[in-house]
């Protein structure tokens, strides 16, 4: 059973668009990343949320942490050609002693 | 500091060869993890160590695989025999964990081809 649930798995749209990933769990979380991770290359950190209810803010990008931290939400506004690639989460949980399991990814594509 | 490093980078073999991947860590970071990757998929834990110990090793692991931190810095994950199916990227990171909060720094990966 996949810890993380994320969605959609594939997501292809055109530049100047928003949109919107899911990082779903029956689990509450201690903490929760978002990664973006590019072809041939390991995943990069773009954020960590904490606080149930929180929201982050990165240029076009806006993190959301689920009032229950049980969820994240990833929206991008306006997209460019620039963020595509595999959006990953991962948390930690009280039961795993600190340490990070990460979902399967939403693959991006913006189109130019 | 410059990161996590890799290396190789990629790495060709022929099957029930061993190969052996380096991980050199963010230096202060007490945490190191090895992760395998196939195309479309999140990373899929091996291992971790914390300082020289490690802690966890996944069971999906074969006895083809060890991992070793001697004195808690660069890390080794040698592959014995490997078969077609252990081509994927295999990657390393760091992260120095504080109160549940588990930010880890990646390497570029090495790419592992089994012909």
């Known amino acids: 059973t996949q810890l993380l649930e994320q969605s959609p798995q594939f997501l292809s749209i055109q530049e100047g668009e928003n949109l919107t990933v899911y990082c779903n769990s029956s689990s509450v979380f201690s903490s929760l990343q978002w990664y973006r991770q590019e072809p041939g290359e390991g995943p990069v950190l773009l954020v960590t949320?904490?606080?149930?209810?929180e929201v982050k803010k990165l240029k076009r990008l806006t993190f959301q942490f689920g009032d229950a931290r049980k969820d994240s939400s990833l929206h991008i506004t306006a997209a460019q050609p620039g963020d595509t690639g595999l959006y990953l989460c991962a948390a930690t949980t009280p039961t795993n002693a600190g340490k990070s399991t990460f979902g399967d990814g939403t693959t991006l594509t913006v189109k130019p | 500091d410059t990161g996590v490093s890799q290396d190789p980078r990629h790495k060709i073999t022929k099957r029930g060869q061993n190969v052996t991947f380096r991980c050199d860590p963010i230096s202060e970071h007490n945490r190191l993890y090895w992760y395998r990757q196939t195309l479309g998929q999140g990373p899929e834990f091996l291992t971790y160590f914390q300082n020289e110990a490690q802690l966890e090793k996944s069971r999906l692991l074969s006895d083809r695989f060890s991992a070793e931190r001697p004195k808690g810095s660069f890390s080794t994950l040698e592959i014995q025999r490997t078969e077609q199916g252990d081509s994927a990227m295999y990657l390393c990171a760091s992260s120095q964990e504080w109160r549940e909060i588990d930010e880890q720094y990646f390497g570029p990966g090495t790419r592992l081809t089994v012909t």
């Open positions: 949320v904490v606080t149930g209810g």
